[in-house]
C-alpha cells in the first residue's frame, strides 16, 4: 500500500521559514521522482520543484526559486521542502507527489502553510 505522509506545515509570518517533510512508503522511493505541489483556495493545483531519481537533478517553479530547495534521503524514503523567506503568495495547501518507475502518480494528503503578512 503506497503511503505519502506530509509533515511540517504551520503559521508563520511573512519572511520565516518552514520544512516540509513526506515520509513515503510502498513504493522504490529510491526510483521514483519526488515533487511537491501547491493549491491556494479557488485556484489549481501548480508545480513547486522537483528531485529526479537519477542523481542530484532538481526543477523549481520560478515564483519558489532561490527561495525553495528540495531534497531528498532515500535511506529514509523521505523528500523534504525547505522554504525560506516565505511571502504571504506562498499560502497554500502543498502535496507530495511521487512518480514511481512505472509513470504511476501517488500524491500525499496534504498540508497547510500560512504566510501572514
Known amino acids: 500500500q503506497v503511503q505519502l505522509v506530509e509533515s511540517g506545515g504551520g503559521s508563520v509570518q511573512a519572511g520565516d521559514s518552514l520544512r516540509l517533510s513526506c515520509a513515503a512508503s510502498?513504493?522504490?522511493?529510491?526510483?521514483?521522482?519526488m515533487s511537491w505541489y501547491r493549491q491556494a483556495p479557488g485556484q489549481e493545483r501548480e508545480f513547486v520543484a522537483s528531485s529526479f531519481s537519477a542523481g542530484a537533478s532538481t526543477n523549481y517553479a520560478d515564483s519558489v526559486k532561490g527561495r525553495f530547495t528540495i531534497s531528498r534521503d532515500n535511506a529514509k524514503n523521505t523528500v523534504y521542502l525547505q522554504m525560506n523567506s516565505l511571502k504571504p503568495e506562498d499560502t497554500a495547501a502543498y502535496y507530495c507527489?511521487?512518480?514511481?518507475?512505472?509513470?504511476?502518480?501517488?500524491w500525499g494528503q496534504g498540508t497547510q502553510v500560512t504566510v501572514s503578512s
Open positions: 507527489n511521487a512518480q514511481d518507475e512505472r509513470d504511476r502518480d501517488y
Open positions: 510502498g513504493f522504490t522511493f529510491s526510483r521514483s521522482a
